[in-house]
């Protein structure tokens, strides 16, 4: 809100109280009123092109200025703006208002509602002392003092101070609003651009794993396929060991006769599956006999070592013991 425009509130139960604050904050002052006039004599004489005088430089500062005549009557309003969105930046409370709740009590009230609106008590005496106005409100630079009958500086000068001060706190409370806002729409993004990215991660690891399976694996029978096998035969060690505890093996290699003739007479389909019903039946027959191999596919995954090298040609690797 621009403090040139602050709107402010009056509470005091003596109207020339009112009077004497509107005369004084009002821009229509004596001093706006003699430049206007020696603006307007200007203009008639040298026209209105004519250079400005100093008294241009004067800065324009108007107040939205309202009435309440008692405490409760000005801690309604205060509550009223506040709830409109257009809050007051500063309240001038008199003391003693009977028969209603005293000034202290109006400020507390109003500072349970807006905690932000300055406050400057306007009095020429006093119920309570300094110490008692400080135990009651604490300790907070929302408040100022102002003695009557009031001097036109100073009461302009703490009003432009108030509203000022207002004006920019008001500012700092939105900016800091509008970076949690950003921060937030940000936090957001980014969580979002995380999840994006774990799902890009989780579909990636997936096909690398259809790669590795597409790689090391028969797509027809789900067997090991060809490659498999040479890589399993290129981690065997060779030649001669002394280590007793290497491990003995065999090779079943299973190929059968004049398969192509089954292709022949009753089409590849139905080859197809007759080498699926082959590859299951020596599944079944070696469970539990065949080598137990890395599946390639996980690091702690397992398979058993029977492979498709082609065609109708199988192998299967037995570990050997000494009841077989």
């Not at 009123?33 to 603006?39: C, G």
Request: charge should be negative; glycine fraction near 4%.
């Amino acid at each position: 809100m621009d403090r040139r425009n602050a709107r402010i509130l009056v509470a005091d139960d003596n109207k020339d109280i009112h009077d004497d604050i509107k005369y004084i904050l009002d821009s229509s002052s004596d001093e706006m009123e003699d430049y206007q006039e020696t603006r307007l004599l200007k203009e008639e004489l040298f026209g209105k092109n004519s250079a400005p005088d100093k008294l241009e430089t004067i800065i324009d500062i108007k107040y939205r200025i309202d009435d309440a005549y008692q405490g409760e009557e000005a801690v309604k309003m205060v509550k009223t703006a506040k709830e409109s969105g257009d809050p007051y930046s500063l309240v001038f409370m008199d003391v003693r208002m009977p028969p209603g709740i005293d000034g202290i009590e109006a400020i507390e009230r109003i500072w349970e509602i807006d905690s932000d609106v300055g406050v400057v008590i306007c009095t020429a005496y006093s119920d309570y002392s300094w110490d008692q106005i400080i135990t009651k409100l604490g300790q907070n630079d929302n408040l100022l003092f102002l003695r009557k009958p009031f001097d036109n500086v100073s009461l302009k000068q703490v009003t432009l101070t108030m509203t000022t001060k207002w004006s920019l706190k008001i500012q700092v409370n939105e900016h800091i609003e509008n970076l949690e806002k950003q921060v937030d729409m940000r936090t957001s993004e980014l969580t979002e651009m995380v999840q994006k990215l774990k799902a890009e991660i989780s579909l990636r690891k997936e096909k690398e794993k259809l790669l590795v399976y597409s790689a090391h694996y028969d797509q027809l029978t789900e067997l090991l396929n060809r490659r498999s096998f040479y890589s399993f035969l290129y981690s065997l060690p060779y030649g001669e060991s002394d280590d007793t505890e290497c491990e003995k093996l065999s090779l079943f290699y299973i190929d059968m006769d004049d398969f192509k003739s089954v292709n022949d007479l009753f089409g590849h389909d139905t080859g197809d599956r007759f080498l699926i019903e082959v590859s299951d039946r020596i599944r079944r027959a070696l469970a539990g006999h065949a080598l137990k191999v890395n599946d390639y596919v996980s690091a702690e995954g397992q398979v058993e070592a029977i492979y498709r090298l082609g065609g109708d040609e199988f192998i299967a690797v037995i570990q050997e013991d000494d009841k077989q």
